[in-house]
């Protein structure tokens, strides 16, 4: 079993940041890439961000590319997701996602452990 918190979702202003963090615990933290995707109302879950589970490479969606920033912290088993200049189209649920693969993946099929989620309310 894979459990997954995330936390430091809010609500913040156009244009502002924020950082979202994902405590991770039951498999080796460090074989596994993890992902962050999002869910807005109404619509599908999307993918956001990857990185592998060597930290040195990452993945993201065009849409945050230069804007979000996917890094690792293997002494503490957590993942994190640094947002800035957010757009009120990044309003979402934020989940982030554990998988069996090494390298970067954007697809939802190859994560098998998911968080609970985390609000991001972004205001215009």
């Known amino acids: 079993q894979v459990q997954l918190v995330e936390s430091g979702g809010g609500l913040v202003q156009t244009g502002g940041s924020l950082r979202l963090s994902c405590a991770a615990s039951?498999?080796?933290?460090?074989?596994?890439?993890m992902g962050w995707f999002r869910q807005a109302r109404g619509m599908e879950r999307e993918f956001v961000a990857s990185?592998?589970?060597?930290?040195?490479?990452?993945r993201y969606r065009d849409s945050v590319r230069g804007r979000f920033t996917v890094s690792r912290d293997r002494v503490n088993h957590t993942a994190l997701l640094q947002m800035s200049s957010l757009k009120p189209e990044d309003a979402a649920v934020y989940y982030c996602a554990s998988s069996t693969y090494l390298g970067v993946r954007d697809s939802q099929s190859d994560y098998d452990y998911w968080g609970q989620g985390t609000q991001v309310t972004v205001s215009s």
């Open positions: 990185i592998s589970w060597d930290g040195r490479t990452t």
């Open positions: 039951g498999r080796a933290f460090s074989t596994s890439a």
